[in-house]
């Protein structure tokens, strides 16, 4: 079974700061996934990370894989209001009843303050 | 498009009654279905998952169950709601995990209070 682990679980950041989210997860992945979800909201997909080394970038936020140290990185630059939210890393894999499905981490609520 | 429809939004619900939410997805054939379940303080508990008509599997024992009765439907039900069953719960949906590039999609989720 697939562990997620991410930290920090709160943070709280200036506008205009950069900061880094870390997802380690515990077995191989062969895919990595980030997601958004607004208070009271369901999840929004954010960024799909396929292979070793993926980067992607949308905005201010740019995920990355490293599938050798199993980690994914969710890098905020120069962070606005807007981007306070949660924010979710998950893999695909096989769990012990249910087959293959998401595995999620606790999440990473992220406040920007003015 | 595919789109995928969860509801009802909110429900409060008394100890001991029945629960029925309800999904679909629209725009896709034979896809893998989740349930997940979100208590207060934010993880995600996969509850439910089905890779086809009336093939579920689960992955907590609880007082719940699901049904797939249609390709593109997926129900979570119980006979007698528990105190502990309140959360947001997300019905998702993705195409077969050999499928490169597949990912999850989420319905707008259900809100359940149990008094």
């Known amino acids: 079974e697939l562990k997620v682990e991410q930290n920090p679980l709160f943070l709280s950041m200036q506008e205009g700061k950069n900061y880094t989210i870390y997802c380690n997860y515990s077995?191989?992945?062969?895919?990595l996934y980030w997601y958004r979800q607004d208070p009271g909201k369901s999840l929004e997909s954010l960024f799909v990370?396929?292979?070793?080394?993926a980067v992607k970038q949308e905005g201010r936020l740019m995920a990355s894989l490293d599938t050798k140290a199993r980690l994914s990185t969710l890098h905020i630059t120069a962070a606005v209001h807007d981007l306070s939210a949660t924010y979710f890393c998950a893999g695909f894999a096989v769990n012990s009843n249910s087959g293959y499905a998401l595995n999620f981490g606790k999440g990473t609520s992220l406040l920007v303050t003015p | 498009s595919q789109t995928i429809h969860q509801w009802p939004a909110t429900l409060v619900q008394p100890v001991g009654s029945p629960l029925s939410l309800e999904c679909t997805v629209e725009g896709t054939s034979n896809p893998n279905l989740y349930w997940y379940r979100q208590a207060a303080g934010r993880g995600l508990q996969l509850l439910f998952y089905s890779v086809g008509i009336g093939q579920i599997s689960s992955e907590v024992p609880q007082n719940l169950s699901a049904s797939r009765p249609q390709d593109r439907q997926f129900i979570l039900s119980s006979k007698k709601l528990l105190l502990s069953d309140s959360g947001f719960y997300l019905c998702?949906?993705?195409?077969?995990?050999?499928?490169?590039?597949?990912?999850?999609?989420f319905g707008q989720g259900t809100r359940l209070t149990v008094v």
């Open positions: 998702a949906w993705s195409t077969p995990h050999i499928v490169q590039g597949t990912e999850a999609f």
């Open positions: 077995t191989t992945s062969d895919r």
């Open positions: 990370l396929l292979s070793n080394g």
